[in-house]
């Protein structure tokens, strides 16, 4: 980190500084103009104290970080993105576009296997259902639970889809691994660092969506709880923010994809169903997905949507899956991420 002191601040108080830099592990390095001095503190900032305190001290007038606070996740921190590997199916760095559909949530065998042969035939390699349903209203439709994973372990069985479903507690993570190939950390959960240490122990990869008002620095950071725990098989997942807009349910962040592609050695998926909360955006949003270079799609399908416990409005029916592929294969030949 750098501090840069006040103006004509005396040696003797530069000294001060000094020495508590070396104080909290740290090696100082003065740089002495003619005005101002700055202090370079040369270190490993995860071995060691934080040195922002040091901005309450009357002769420092600021400290600033050098090295990005998260090192792990960094793309610095590897030579060749990272591909994460489940089912037998790699996301990220050249690998194929990837596709994940399914309900927004599990409500019956008939309702899932018909999603799941559907979305099987459209090439996605993974099927998404939610068996734990956070829900805004303590009313709604809470899934299935137990019930709904039995249900994903069948459609696994039948059509060999790797399975992505959310965690939502830590009680959970034991029995949603021993189903799922990838456990899903919801928007709401994204901060739950309890969590996210307990996901990443369970041995699955783990897909990390963004906060509903995450900035990328904080998202990221969620991310390095994941890898800091052991658990370097982490997908980063942008679903839309929270924003003034009304006509959309959320405000698809694209910008942010192409962020933390640049900041981060991480795949980066696109869910455009979660993204604008409507079935008539999400095919031009999911082209738009590949186009900036996402690595997949992890997109809500359902048989009858008008009929869906939760969020009907943003699924596509089943032949809103078959245009969706249709009209992305383009784009995704475009960036080179074809089989």
Not at 118 to 130: Q, V, Y
Not at 177 to 185: E, G, T, W
Not at 239 to 257: H, K, M, Q, S
Not at 271 to 295: E, F, H, M, N, T
């Amino acid at each position: 980190m750098i501090i840069v002191l006040r103006p004509k601040t005396e040696e003797a108080r530069v000294k001060q500084v000094e020495a508590e830099v070396r104080k909290l592990g740290y090696e100082p390095r003065a740089i002495r103009g003619e005005i101002q001095t700055v202090i370079a503190a040369i270190g490993d900032e995860r071995g060691h104290a934080s040195l922002e305190s040091l901005a309450t001290w009357p002769q420092v007038e600021s400290v600033l970080p050098v090295q990005r606070r998260y090192k792990l996740v960094a793309q610095e921190g590897r030579k060749t993105p990272t591909v994460v590997k489940a089912n037998g199916v790699g996301i990220g760095g050249a690998e194929p576009f990837c596709l994940m559909a399914g309900p927004c949530s599990v409500e019956s065998e008939e309702q899932l296997l018909i999603v799941a042969r559907a979305a099987k035939k459209a090439g996605a390699t993974f099927l998404r259902g939610g068996a734990f349903k956070p829900r805004t209203s303590p009313y709604e439709f809470q899934g299935l639970g137990e019930k709904g994973l039995e249900l994903l372990a069948l459609a696994k069985k039948e059509t060999g889809l790797g399975i992505i479903t959310e965690v939502l507690s830590e009680l959970h993570v034991d029995k949603v691994a021993a189903v799922a190939d990838i456990l899903q950390i919801g928007a709401r959960n994204s901060q739950n660092f309890s969590l996210l240490k307990a996901a990443a122990g369970c041995g699955r990869a783990v897909l990390l969506k963004r906060g509903l008002a995450m900035k990328v620095e904080e998202w990221l950071l969620a991310a390095e709880y994941v890898m800091s725990s052991g658990n370097g098989q982490v997908i980063l997942c942008e679903r839309g923010i929270r924003t003034f807009e009304t006509a959309v349910r959320n405000t698809l962040d694209l910008g942010a994809v192409a962020l933390a592609k640049r900041e981060s050695h991480l795949p980066v998926i696109v869910d455009p169903s979660q993204g604008a909360g409507r079935a008539d955006l999400v095919i031009a949003l999911s082209r738009a997905s590949a186009a900036i270079g996402a690595d997949g799609l992890l997109v809500e399908v359902h048989p009858h949507p008008a009929e869906a416990k939760s969020d009907g409005q943003q699924q596509l029916d089943l032949e809103g899956l078959d245009q969706l592929v249709k009209e992305i294969t383009p784009f995704v030949k475009a960036a080179g991420r074809c089989a």
